[in-house]
């Protein structure tokens, strides 16, 4: 999967790495492909979400591994494993939190996405870096 190409390919620096947002929202066309490209390699039940507000959840006893998922930066492949992507959002229901942000082109990189990674930002050279780490050890 592909972050900083899709959001806008005709622009460099077109998702906004945000601490405050928990979600991972990324523009409609990259949501599509995602979402159908996870659908192929998911085996499990889909399954509605009541709220509406997640359109790709499965029944958690159904599937056996959810995917991980790679964002590509410019110079950086940012492996997210599953539990930064999908999560137990109701009873028995697993959905994928990275969201449709619509057709505007809205990509923000949310804070669970961050999980378990030290994010450098280095003003001075316009570089951003992730450390995979074990947040739970800090």
């Not at 972050?3 to 405050?20: C, Y």
């Not at 959840?57 to 998922?69: A, D, H, L, R």
Request: charge should be negative; include cysteine.
């Amino acid at each position: 999967m592909s972050s900083s190409t899709a959001a806008a390919d005709k622009d460099l620096g077109n998702i906004i790495i945000d601490s405050g947002t928990t979600l991972t929202i990324v523009p409609e066309e990259f949501y599509k492909k995602l979402e159908s490209t996870l659908v192929e390699k998911i085996k499990g039940k889909r399954k509605k979400d009541p709220s509406d507000y997640f359109p790709l959840c499965y029944e958690t006893k159904s599937v056996v591994n959810f995917p991980k998922i790679v964002f590509h930066f410019t110079d950086a492949d940012v492996e997210l494993l599953p539990m930064s992507t999908f999560a137990e959002v109701d009873e028995n229901l697993t959905c994928l939190l990275i969201v449709n942000g619509g057709v505007d082109g809205l990509a923000i990189y949310g804070n669970l996405a961050q999980m378990n990674f030290l994010v450098g930002y280095d003003l001075v050279n316009h570089k951003l870096s992730f450390l995979p780490t074990d947040c739970t050890k800090h």
